[in-house]
């Protein structure tokens, strides 16, 4: 069937209190695997590309957007194409035509002010564009009333990894995390008279909260279709121990007028996921629970095949565990509201 929309998915898993799962894809094993684990139980997907695995892919988009464009036009669950935590302008402006349905734009290494300009320039361009976008906003440090974060990034200016390259769950890696240039005053020249303010912590930063009130004023000022929020979740978790603040989620929620996202949700045990669908979260980020299954069953395979050679054998069970973990997720899931996923998930 033809690519769906993001904001279509969302939407609908939103009125059904229900969330759609995004997962990224880095491989073209990732996209099979994914589309699998959707089939498998029988439920809507988005495949989300982030700017990281671009850059992985010696900074290319097409290649891997093409692949993923072509397998999900083949799937038999509605797939939606998603472009994730942009920060390049040049990467933005190539989403429409490489396939992508939806943007997550992702400016909260600047300061509020300028977070808040470039984010709304870029909002601007991709409604014009048709497409559907998602930003996010932490906590704004520096406030009254507000907690001192210890773990907060040393250098504003350095904008840098999320996904792939902090193991551990322990947040930001030190020094810039990916070794990327800055990248100068801001996307779409929006930032560019911007008041500098405090920094905003990111979203994923350990200790990291979005505020209810700000976040209501910056989706209205900046006319996103929806927003991820900071309720203690971290990117790259490798242990699902993070706990949820719910009762914040739950003001967030009341809040914010448009559907709110988790990232991070590798992190999260199977019950803080249910409870935070259930809490208002419509739309659930995973991508490191899908590389723990590849790189594990890949690991067990090698050393109990030492032989083994031929790429085909190893890659064809990282995929298979990736579709299990997939399908397991979206299970899971589908706990927070049966009947928006058939009945056929349990209940307890
Ligand atoms: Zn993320």
């Known amino acids: 069937m033809p690519l769906a929309a993001t904001g279509e998915l969302v939407a609908?898993?939103?009125?059904?209190?229900?969330?759609?799962?995004?997962?990224?894809?880095?491989?073209?094993?990732?996209?099979?695997?994914?589309?699998?684990?959707?089939?498998?139980?029988?439920?809507?997907?988005?495949?989300?590309?982030?700017?990281?695995?671009?850059?992985?892919?010696?900074?290319?988009?097409?290649?891997?957007?093409?692949?993923?464009?072509?397998?999900a036009e083949r799937a038999c669950v509605s797939v939606a194409l998603h472009l994730d935590h942009v920060q390049s302008d040049d990467?933005?402006?190539?989403?429409?035509?490489?396939?992508?349905?939806?943007?997550?734009?992702?400016?909260?290494?600047?300061?509020?002010?300028?977070?808040?300009?470039?984010?709304?320039?870029?909002?601007?361009?991709?409604?014009?564009?048709?497409?559907?976008?998602?930003?996010?906003?932490?906590?704004?440090?520096?406030?009254?009333?507000?907690?001192?974060?210890?773990?907060?990034?040393?250098?504003?200016?350095?904008?840098?990894?999320?996904?792939?390259?902090?193991?551990?769950?322990t947040g930001v890696a030190p020094g810039g995390r990916d070794g990327s240039a800055p990248s100068g005053p801001g996307p779409s020249g929006a930032g560019v008279s911007a008041p500098v303010g405090p920094p905003t912590l990111d979203a994923h930063a350990p200790g990291a909260r979005t505020d209810p009130d700000e976040a209501r004023a910056f989706v209205a000022r900046t006319g996103v279709d929806a927003l991820a929020v900071a309720i203690g979740s971290v990117h790259a978790m490798t242990t699902r121990t993070a706990a949820l603040d719910h009762e914040l989620l739950q003001r967030l929620s009341a809040a914010v007028p448009v559907p709110l996202v988790l990232h991070g949700s590798s992190g999260v045990p199977d019950d803080g996921l249910v409870a935070a669908v259930a809490g208002g979260i419509a739309k659930v980020n995973v991508g490191t629970a899908l590389n723990q299954a590849m790189t594990g069953a890949i690991r067990d395979f090698l050393a109990a095949h030492?032989?083994?050679?031929?790429?085909?054998?190893?890659?064809?069970?990282?995929?298979?565990?990736?579709?299990?973990?997939?399908?397991?997720?979206?299970?899971?899931?589908?706990?927070?509201?049966p009947a928006a996923h058939g009945g056929r998930a349990a209940t307890s």
């Open 91 to 169: 990467l933005l402006r190539q989403a429409p035509g490489a396939g992508f349905g939806s943007v997550m734009y992702d400016a909260s290494r600047l300061p509020y002010a300028q977070n808040l300009a470039a984010t709304r320039a870029a909002a601007d361009w991709a409604h014009a564009q048709g497409l559907w976008i998602e930003a996010e906003l932490g906590s704004i440090g520096g406030k009254t009333g507000q907690p001192e974060y210890a773990t907060g990034r040393p250098d504003d200016a350095a904008p840098g990894v999320r996904e792939e390259s902090v193991p551990g769950g």
């Open 12 to 71: 609908r898993a939103a009125a059904a209190h229900s969330a759609v799962a995004a997962f990224n894809i880095i491989t073209l094993e990732h996209v099979e695997a994914v589309i699998a684990g959707a089939e498998e139980a029988r439920s809507p997907v988005v495949l989300q590309v982030s700017e990281n695995a671009v850059k992985f892919r010696y900074g290319r988009l097409l290649p891997l957007a093409a692949a993923a464009v072509a397998a």
């Open 306 to 337: 030492p032989e083994a050679v031929d790429s085909r054998k190893y890659l064809s069970v990282g995929r298979e565990a990736m579709a299990g973990e997939v399908a397991r997720i979206i299970r899971v899931l589908g706990r927070a509201a």
